[in-house]
């Protein structure tokens, strides 16, 4: 089955302690992103990347670091997370073919909570 | 710069009313347009798309029409269901990136 996924789906953890979101998609797709969702703010991204070993930042970058080692992967990674950074993560895929970002495939979704 | 305005919600509606959620735009150039929804739980799904002026997306009953003139893509559906209830996003294409509006949570009541 064509799909993005996440793990974890929940994560709880304090200030500071380093932790990391997987992303993976088994579509081939060269375009990955990062969004987070929060209340009234819709969707606003962290990263891109436009293929492997290529990222680019978004609108929300600060205290957020991705690498694209493999064309499949697109880990988040939170150095030292802050409570600011509670959030629901996205991560989404999209399809060469198509203009860069359009039609984007979703992950289901990460609930960070940082304490 | 690009920007997406949604209205808020949430919208209320009863079973096999008419809905419209409005969502207008900024940008330069011609942007690509898009309406995705949000079923509780789950992440965004594409619901449809235009790419170019008056073209009319269409998917599952709902329907968006691009209008350069009015910098709008309404959404539109007819005789709305209870299982339609979820949270609705416009979006524009801007230089590879997505820009989302804020959201607009529609609740259809039995």
């Known amino acids: 089955e064509a799909q993005v996924t996440q793990n974890p789906r929940y994560l709880i953890t304090v200030t500071g302690k380093k932790l990391t979101v997987t992303c993976s998609q088994n579509?081939?797709?060269?375009?990955m992103s990062w969004y987070r969702q929060d209340p009234g703010l819709g969707l606003r991204q962290i990263y891109y990347?436009?293929?492997?070993?290529?990222?680019d930042k978004g609108d929300v970058p600060e205290g957020y670091k991705v690498s694209r080692k493999e064309k499949r992967n697109f880990p988040l990674i939170l150095e030292s997370p802050s409570p600011n950074q509670t959030s629901l993560y996205f991560c989404a895929s999209s399809p060469p073919g198509t203009r860069r970002g359009d039609t984007q495939y979703f992950g289901p979704g990460t609930r960070l909570t940082v304490l | 710069g690009n920007s997406v305005t949604q209205m808020e919600g949430p919208v209320t509606l009863s079973e096999e009313a008419f809905l419209t959620i409005n969502c207008t735009y900024t940008?330069?150039?011609?942007?690509?347009l898009f309406w995705y929804v949000q079923y509780p739980g789950e992440g965004l799904q594409l619901l449809l798309k235009?790419?170019?002026a008056d073209d009319k997306g269409s998917n599952k009953g709902f329907e968006a029409t691009y209008r350069k003139e009015t910098t709008s893509f309404h959404l539109e559906k007819g005789s709305v269901q209870v299982s339609v209830s979820a949270v609705y996003f416009c979006?524009?294409?801007?230089?590879?990136?997505?820009?989302w509006g804020a959201g607009t949570k529609l609740i259809i009541k039995p």
């Open positions: 940008a330069t150039g011609y942007p690509s």
């Open positions: 990347s436009m293929n492997v070993e290529v990222t």
């Open positions: 235009a790419t170019k």
């Open positions: 579509m081939n797709h060269e375009y």
């Open positions: 979006a524009l294409n801007s230089n590879y990136q997505l820009i």
